[in-house]
């Protein structure tokens, strides 16, 4: 089985064609899928497909042709629709079932009801997201080519349909996809891990452009696009058109205005870094975090990853901080009773126990250890800092998200998923929800450069006190006000304008953010005028309506909340907007001259690959009597019942290739690489101490290719062996690891304190003579002494 629609002969039936079209508007876009299949079977089929949605983003169009016949989703209350799709089934006719999973928001559930034997159908749908802004100001678009496997809590019931699918041979299928790109401030470049056509500009001021995928790119990993603006922190404002067909007062009848606020951060607050936290790392170590960080060769395990990740972090905390390690899995245990304060001998026990740690715990229960951890009293003046390392699988995210926010006060999360096909709803969510930072690491990227910006955003400074101010204009705020931006973050923030002033193509607009950075107050201006293009397919307008309703569902969570008020008013937004909640679904019937379905519909669960630009699960049912289900030898079936029900089922876990501890503290090495040689960033990094300082040893010597006695020969006069060490890891470090400088970052600057506090009295012989024995030729002044 190894992909495309299957029959039950288990002959592929594989998907002909995926088209894919971006629309994007500054920071959002707009995009809609067409994909195209066949039933080449001589009965109907009744298919339900699961597939992952960005969890900001937001569904706004589902259409599907069967032959001739073009049916299009109306967004109905849940019940409603799900009552609807079953009679229409039940009676023969052809209908269609979108629905938000009730266990996470980034997972969708496609109903496609009884196809035809012999008949082609195409389905097209429409989503708009906001684009993540990238380290290096550019804006990403990604394209998921993996759904992983949803891990659903024992006792929980039903779980979602979810699972990877390797197709050896190949994708089977063709995509097509295209940009276009419109900007307030000129595009510079467009950028892609996969083969693009050339970019092509569609006028004289570079604001409006278009760029391809090349014909042939084979579907097998994520299509990822990278952004350029030119003024990037520049605050800028797009405003839209409200619909011709809607009434003037209401969402989608008013002009609606989208503001993205990008701070930028002066050196002097970049460089201020606090030596007080709790730091408490929580880390993944299910099943599924024995599988590799990508398909290509030499790709690391996850687990092994972040043990190198986890070493990094525990050699790059401040010295008066506390600090904690959790694992977790169908348990979790942790380092220490609570959390200690950082030495030497704390950190030593933590490396240890680091190096023994595998992806052995069984599932994914990630909301009990984040209940301990809240019990836990915080210490004062150490805002506790969680670091948690997921590769996303759980079925109880919105429990999870519940407990992160009532815990919001106390705590900032920094999330971090791990490879390909991590759940964003809950990566997103636990940063969202606590004023934290989310990152994403997948394909060949190193997870511990982007950990150690986190880390950054950790101790630096961030952006508080945001207040806005609207000059002279009447509006409803449909996002949610801004606690705080970390360093590279941006909101975007979304008003509805109201009033007749905002009917009239002369008005003016003006709002002004105000804020504090560390001790500087700024603030940031955008004017913009009402004379409004055409419409532009209301995505700004779509994507306020889901701030608004994600913030509505978000308060139905709390205790004493009105929750059947709140419920109308998000049913309210969906139906008015089209966009997708958790109260509605799309539901489109074709009442044709369909045979009425006798006995009950029957469940055949087959893998195929990407759909609507991803891989996620299909299962058929044929209109006949009751067939065995197919089983996976990953995971035993965990699908709902489309008709009443639950099925339960575990989570058969995969196996961890148990890593094994090398003797000199340094990292493990896999069984089957066990003859690799070590990485001698890892190996310097292990030995240094919590103080910054190394030590004279031979598996120091070794780093650099030599011997302890090598290295001792050439101490110069009235040095001592330790500050000889640390100087020369300094001058390696800079000399032959400059490109990794975002890792080593805090250990050199820890080594940099600590040599101040020796008084070197000859530190500029010492530099000579180390770039002598080393082959360097780094300056004593870019070492920072």
């Known amino acids: 089985m190894d992909c495309g629609l299957l029959t039950n002969k288990n002959?592929?039936?594989?998907?002909k064609h995926i088209e894919v079209d971006l629309q994007v508007q500054g920071h959002v876009a707009t995009v809609t899928s067409t994909?195209?299949?066949?039933?080449?079977?001589?009965?109907?089929?009744?298919?339900?497909?699961?597939?992952?949605?960005?969890?900001?983003?937001?569904?706004?169009?589902?259409?599907?042709?069967?032959?001739?016949?073009?049916?299009?989703?109306?967004v109905q209350?849940?019940?409603?629709?799900?009552?609807?799709?079953?009679?229409?089934?039940?009676?023969?006719?052809?209908?269609?079932?979108?629905?938000?999973?009730?266990?996470?928001?980034?997972?969708?559930?496609?109903?496609?009801?009884?196809?035809?034997?012999?008949?082609?159908?195409?389905?097209?749908?429409?989503?708009?997201i906001e684009l993540s802004v990238q380290a290096d100001h550019s804006l990403q678009f990604c394209l998921p080519a993996v759904l992983n496997p949803r891990y659903t809590p024992a006792g929980s019931g039903g779980g979602i349909v979810s699972e990877i699918t390797s197709s050896s041979s190949g994708i089977p299928y063709s995509l097509s996809f295209t940009a276009h790109l419109s900007s307030p401030n000129p595009i510079t470049k467009v950028e892609s891990k996969c083969p693009l056509e050339p970019l092509m500009f569609l006028n004289t001021d570079h604001t409006k452009a278009k760029v391809s995928l090349c014909a042939g790119h084979m579907f097998d990993r994520d299509v990822e696009l990278y952004l350029y603006y030119q003024n990037p922190h520049q605050l800028t404002a797009i405003v839209e058109a409200g619909s011709p067909a809607a009434q003037p007062g209401t969402l989608l009848g008013d002009p609606v205005v989208m503001v993205s606020f990008y701070p930028e951060f002066p050196e002097s607050v970049m460089s201020s870094m606090s030596s007080c936290g709790e730091f408490v790392f929580v880390m993944d170590r299910s099943g599924s975090m024995s599988c590799a960080m990508h398909n290509g060769q030499g790709a690391q395990e996850r687990i092994e990853c972040a043990r190198d990740t986890l070493l990094l972090l525990l050699k790059s905390l401040p010295m008066d901080c506390y600090f904690n390690i959790y694992g977790f899995g169908s348990h979790y245990e942790s380092f220490f009773p609570k959390s200690v304060q950082y030495s030497q001998d704390t950190m030593e026990q933590?490396?240890?126990?680091?190096?023994?740690?595998?992806?052995?715990?069984?599932?994914?229960?990630?909301?009990?250890?984040?209940e301990h951890i809240y019990k836990q009293p915080c210490i004062p003046n150490h805002p506790r800092q969680l670091f948690i390392f997921t590769d996303g699988e759980v079925g109880n995210t919105k429990d999870v998200l519940h407990c992160v926010k009532s815990n919001a006060d106390v705590h900032r999360c920094f999330s971090f998923g791990i490879g390909e096909g991590a759940s964003s709803a809950l990566i997103t969510g636990l940063a969202e929800n606590s004023s934290g930072h989310a990152q994403f690491v997948s394909g060949k990227e190193r997870m511990q450069a982007k950990v150690m910006q986190s880390l950054r955003y950790a101790l630096q400074p961030a952006v508080t006190d945001i207040t806005e101010d609207w000059t002279g204009l009447s509006f409803t705020r449909l996002s949610p006000p801004i606690n705080s931006l970390f360093h590279g973050q941006r909101a975007l923030i979304y008003a509805q304008l109201k009033g007749e002033e905002c009917q009239n193509p002369d008005t003016k607009g003006k709002m002004s953010v105000r804020y504090r950075l560390g001790d500087q107050e700024a603030t940031n201006t955008v004017h913009f005028s009402l004379k409004l293009a055409e419409e532009s397919g209301l995505?700004?307008?779509?994507?306020?309506?889901?701030?608004?309703?994600?913030?509505?569902?978000?308060?139905?969570?709390?205790?004493?909340?009105?929750?059947?008020?709140?419920?109308?008013?998000?049913?309210?937004?969906s139906k008015q907007s089209g966009v997708s909640s958790s109260h509605t679904a799309f539901i489109a019937v074709h009442k044709g001259s369909g045979q009425a379905v006798k006995g009950p519909l029957v469940k055949?669960?087959?893998?195929?690959?990407?759909?609507?630009?991803?891989?996620?699960?299909v299962k058929m049912c044929k209109v006949a009597p009751m067939a065995a289900p197919m089983a996976d030898s990953r995971c035993a079936p965990m699908s709902r019942r489309l008709r009443g029900g639950r099925q339960s089922a575990n989570l058969l876990q995969m196996s961890a290739c148990a890593p094994v501890p090398a003797s000199d503290g340094s990292f493990a090495m896999n069984p089957d690489t066990a003859e690799s040689p070590k990485d001698p960033l890892l190996q310097l990094i292990s030995l240094q101490k919590a103080l910054g300082c190394w030590e004279m040893e031979s598996a120091f010597a070794e780093v650099f290719g030599r011997t302890e006695k090598e290295l001792i020969e050439q101490i110069p006069a009235q040095v001592k062996p330790d500050v000889w060490a640390t100087l020369l890891a300094l001058i390696w470090l800079h000399g032959f690891k400059i490109d990794a400088q975002d890792e080593w970052q805090f250990l050199a600057m820890k080594a940099?304190?600590?040599?101040?506090?020796?008084?070197?009295?000859?530190?500029?012989e010492?530099?000579?003579a180390g770039n002598a024995l080393l082959g360097c030729q780094v300056k004593e002044d870019a070492l920072g002494l």
Not at 11 to 15: A, C, G, I, N, T
Not at 36 to 61: D, G, K, T, W
Not at 553 to 570: F, M, S, T, W
Not at 752 to 764: C, E, F, G
Request: aromatic letters at 6%.
């Open 11 to 15: 002959e592929p039936v594989p998907l």
């Open 35 to 74: 994909l195209q299949y066949i039933n080449v079977e001589e009965h109907p089929l009744e298919a339900v497909f699961v597939f992952p949605m960005p969890s900001r983003a937001a569904l706004c169009h589902f259409s599907a042709k069967i032959a001739d016949q073009e049916i299009v989703a109306e």
């Open 77 to 128: 209350e849940k019940q409603e629709a799900r009552e609807q799709y079953d009679d229409a089934v039940s009676s023969g006719q052809q209908a269609f079932l979108l629905e938000e999973s009730e266990e996470s928001v980034d997972v969708f559930k496609m109903s496609v009801g009884s196809l035809p034997p012999g008949q082609s159908s195409t389905i097209t749908f429409i989503y708009i």
């Open 350 to 370: 933590a490396v240890k126990k680091v190096n023994e740690m595998q992806a052995n715990m069984g599932g994914t229960e990630i909301l009990q250890p984040l």
């Open 539 to 573: 995505a700004i307008h779509r994507l306020g309506a889901r701030s608004l309703i994600r913030s509505l569902e978000r308060d139905e969570q709390d205790d004493g909340a009105d929750k059947e008020a709140l419920k109308a008013r998000v049913v309210e937004l």
């Open 604 to 617: 055949r669960r087959i893998p195929t690959p990407m759909v609507m630009a991803c891989r996620m699960q």
């Open 752 to 764: 940099v304190a600590w040599i101040r506090t020796q008084k070197v009295v000859n530190q500029s």
């Open 766 to 768: 010492c530099v000579r």
